[in-house]
């Protein structure tokens, strides 16, 4: 990551195989990371759509590792 792009930008993962996804950030900007369908035509409230949409809803649990700040579980 760097401040407001990800590289690659778009990845692929085979269904119903765990994944680890490590994310480094190599800019200033603080970054937020969501799996979500893409839309079939204009959002205008983004974070409704994620939540709706999102790829981690009904998962069980999801943890994000951030150092010097812990652990977060959704």
Do not use: C
Not at 34 to 59: C, H, I, R
């Amino acid at each position: 990551m760097t401040d407001f792009r990800f590289t690659p930008a778009r990845i692929t993962l085979q269904a119903n195989v765990p994944a680890e996804i490590v994310l480094v950030n190599k800019g200033t900007v603080e970054h937020e990371f969501m799996v979500y369908k893409t839309p079939a035509g204009k959002v205008d409230d983004w974070d409704e759509f994620v939540m709706s949409n999102t790829y981690f809803q009904n998962l069980g649990e999801v943890e994000g590792e951030f150092p010097g700040v812990g652990t977060r579980r959704g």
